[in-house]
């Protein structure tokens, strides 16, 4: 019964044309399946893996791109006096060999992108419970493993070709549709003339005035205004308004940089519409990087950062538009931020 939903979504992969790439992001038991824009997926075991984790990662379209890797580590696990985890693994009890021709092997880390070895290796352990690491609490749970292959193999449209994972069938590697094209986001201004003295001492007496006369929780004390020259006639004015537990929410303006001062409340609209169903995005943790020209949110799942959500975006010289969003929803201690799967890219 747990399983005819995902049936369900299967079918409905297959029967319908991918006229766009709408993010995904899906789990099946102990296993997590993101694809982005591009129809690029990867997934991974989660839950509790005492920081033993093996990543599949695999591209859209005819050419068959694929990488696996199994890791030992961990976020807040540093390896200091473990051996080489090599000769140590598990296939439920038994000891796994693998093709060392076809893995670079270092001491924690093994990793192949040879399509005969990623598809052997899967075939062979797809049925099975578990991977573990003897002498540790190591575990890669095998469970959902073949609905996560059979999720991407879907998505990709792969399911009765040769390129296929699970259902492999006789049709040829080019019957498997490309990647969509990547979109892109312009820049407005790459270098606008710096701020000067008055401007700035200006504008942040202004921002002063927005931060007393916005509606915000944040105790006065701890508030700040922050302003960065976005173009040659804009600038980017930021203000902190709410705390929580480790997280900041700052709202933002686009204000003119001559007075009067003209002044826009920022919106971060996201071009697709996650789970939550809220295409658009609080200023979590906003930061602005004036080297890259683009604003920053992290919204954070805990105080440890090992979940939740991170994004970059870009100004056009009418708004921010999106250039990345990476989710990470599992909480499990193994990576941060800047390792979490992404569900849009852009160029």
Known sequence: MRYRSVLTLFFGLLAAPLLCAAPAQQTFSDWQ??????????????????GLVMTLERSAGARTDATLRIDYGGIDAPITKEPPIAGRLLFDGQPLALAG???????????TDNTDAITSF??????????????SKGTISLLGLKAALLFIDALQKRVGSETAWI??????????????????????????TPLTHQELNDLLDYGTWRMNSSQC????????????????DKALLLIDCEAGAYN????????????????????LLLPFTPDNGNDE???????????????????????????????????DGQRFRLVRYAQEPSCDSWHGPDAWPTLWVTR
């Open 122 to 135: 899967l075939k062979n352990i797809q049925e099975g419970q578990s991977l573990t690491l003897q002498g």
């Open 33 to 50: 399946v993101t694809c982005n824009n591009q129809n690029f997926c990867v997934a991974r075991n989660i839950g509790e893996h005492q």
């Open 281 to 315: 995005m609080e200023l979590m943790n906003a930061a602005f990087d004036e080297k890259t020209r683009e604003l920053t949110t992290l919204s954070k799942g805990r105080s440890l950062a090992d979940c939740g959500v991170s994004s970059r975006w870009r100004f």
């Open 217 to 232: 929780s944040l105790d006065p004390m701890r508030r700040q205004v922050r302003v960065s020259a976005l173009t040659d």
């Open 101 to 111: 021709e076809r893995w670079q092997i270092t001491p924690w880390h093994l990793v």
């Open 248 to 267: 900041l929410v700052e709202r933002a303006w686009l204000v003119s940089r001559e007075k009067p001062f003209a002044a826009r409340l920022v919106r």
């Open 167 to 192: 259902k492999k069938g006789d049709s040829p590697s080019l019957s498997v549709p490309p990647a969509p094209a990547l979109k892109k986001v312009a820049t407005a201004n790459v270098a606008p």
